[in-house]
């Protein structure tokens, strides 16, 4: 996980009002969506907060545990969002996979501003990190796919000859990057993706995409 390979906030951080620490985390979070890892600024920023530059370095060691900090978060309230929408009753694997795929793009409707930042940290583009970045995004959506296809597996849904990380890391590649599958097939980029979402025809074509996709995870390529 990120925690373990950056710091994460101090104390001071965490012990600031409610509001005081969302407002911080929403800025920032803005600032590395609208720009790349070198570009994004910690003197705009604070002057956005109207506080001292020192006081961020009292919560944060520096820009990369800021940077990953976020991340963090904005991956978890993600998942967090998936898991609270997802109705666990259905016995149907494939059916819970779909509604996890759906409610991911629901999510990126309600909260364009954490899609765009993690769709940006996941491409990789200008990020230092990416390595990190990546591989540490791509361990929290396994983790969370893995427990849901041991249960499908126990449940016999599952064939039981296959390997469950290979499993989770097909199913894992899938979930991450069937939005950028439907972005390029339409030519358009996550912000214009989120902006037009609610377009009827878009969303036909992401309905489409999905039901493929489930398709061909059932049958398989072979005609």
């Known amino acids: 996980m990120l925690e373990e390979i950056i710091k994460m906030p101090s104390n001071t951080y965490y012990n600031l009002p409610t509001a005081k620490k969302d407002k911080i985390f929403n800025i920032a979070l803005e600032e590395f969506t609208k720009n790349n890892y070198n570009d994004a600024s910690i003197t705009r920023m604070v002057e956005t907060l109207k506080i001292a530059k020192g006081s961020i370095y009292q919560y944060f060691n520096n820009k990369k545990d800021l940077y990953f900090y976020l991340i963090e978060q904005a991956s978890n309230k993600k998942l967090e969002y998936i898991s ?24 990126d409707i309600e909260y364009p501003t954490y899609s765009i930042f993690l769709s940006k940290v996941f491409s990789g583009n200008h990020d230092p990190f990416k390595n990190e970045t990546i591989d540490s ?12 296809i041991i249960q499908a597996r126990d449940n016999g849904q599952i064939r039981k000859d296959i390997d469950i990380e290979l499993i989770a890391f097909f199913l894992t590649e899938i979930t991450t990057n069937i939005g950028r599958h439907i972005m390029k097939k339409n030519g358009i980029n996550q912000e214009k993706l989120v902006s037009t979402i609610k377009n009827d025809t878009l969303n036909i074509q992401i309905e489409k995409a999905l ?5 061909l995870i059932k049958k398989g390529i072979l005609a």
């Open 84 to 107: 609270s929408n997802v109705k666990f009753e259905t016995s149907d694997f494939i059916e819970l996979y779909k509604q996890i795929l759906k409610i991911g793009t629901k999510f």
């Open 137 to 148: 995004m791509k361990l929290m959506s396994d983790n969370y796919i893995k427990n849901l």
């Open 211 to 215: 039901d493929d996709t489930l398709e």
